[in-house]
């Protein structure tokens, strides 16, 4: 099953940063292609744990914000 999960993601003089994940990156999308790693990451340690992820399911619709470069 897909979860969803709401990143925020702040612009820094350094990079991109992503807070909740501790995923840092260069680009927008480096850095978003690190923290799915270390979603999938936490997720596969959480279900181990626990038995269910506290994520929503993904619904049939939603909105998802699309990075274009300059």
Do not use: S
Request: hydrophobic share 45%.
């Amino acid at each position: 099953m897909e979860r969803i999960a709401k990143l925020h993601i702040e612009k820094l003089p350094e990079g991109v940063y992503l807070p909740g994940l501790l995923a840092q990156g260069r680009t927008i999308a480096e850095t978003i292609e690190i923290a799915r790693d270390v979603a999938r990451k936490l997720l596969e340690a959480q279900g181990n744990v626990a038995g269910n992820p506290a994520l929503a399911p993904a619904q049939d619709v939603f909105d998802y914000p699309l990075i274009l470069g300059a």
